[in-house]
């Protein structure tokens, strides 16, 4: 099975998406939920208008594929601001508050070595929250 990339970013007024592998599968949101199911409302228009007009299907998406969802960090952290703290992420990822507000902030980007401690320390936290019955 094929992986394509959704890419995920911030605009003005919500946030938009775009596939990589795919040029022109493109889509908008509020919120994770509705970039997901807009993906995918796309992808499926484009493979029908390819079978209707007979274009060319593009090879990533013949034969079976799985998004994967991408996000920068300063849009992680816009999006999730209200909840996850800064301090919050501080103790998850080991990064100092005030450098977590330049990445949030845009004034600076993280190295490749701390966007894997920020996504390291989510995906942790998210193993054990689905370990968790209540």
Sequence with gaps: ????????EKTENNYSAYLAEVDGIVATGHNIDEIKANIVNAITALLEDCQEYGDEIPEELKGDYSLTF???VKSFLEFYTGIFTKSGLERLTGINQKQLWHYASGSRNPRPEQVIKIESALHKLGEELISINL
């Design 1 to 8: 099975m094929k992986a394509l990339t959704v890419i995920i």
């Design 70 to 72: 991408k996000m920068d």
